[in-house]
């Protein structure tokens, strides 16, 4: 749907999945989507070279969110958050059950 306007439909995927989901790092939204990795590492450090997402490091893992600093971050927010209105209501189901938890205590890599 957005992927027209921002020139790549991965761009579209990590917007949405920030958008919902607060924060994410590219083996998790890749995983999501099923689709390959590559091209949504370089959706994110363009983004993120726009200044439309920050990264931090997470032990070994860059974790991505919206930049609260961006000028634009509210009107993008508003933008994106339509285009989730729109998506099928199961993909935003979906997107919206994070099913991450703790991992048991002693539990092998």
Do not use: C, H, W
């Not at 439309?52 to 509210?74: M, Q």
């Amino acid at each position: 749907m957005l992927g027209q306007l921002l020139g790549s439909v991965n761009k579209e995927r990590v917007l949405i999945y920030l958008f919902v989901r607060g924060k994410g790092y590219p083996r998790e939204i890749s995983r999501f989507y099923k689709s390959a990795l590559y091209p949504l590492q370089k959706a994110l450090e363009n983004l993120e070279a726009a200044g439309v997402i920050v990264s931090k490091s997470v032990g070994k893992t860059r974790e991505y969110e919206f930049n609260p600093r961006y000028a634009a971050r509210t009107e993008l927010q508003a933008l994106i958050g339509r285009a989730f209105e729109l998506y099928p209501l199961g993909l935003r189901d979906e997107l919206r059950t994070n099913r991450s938890r703790p991992r048991r205590a002693g539990k092998p890599l």
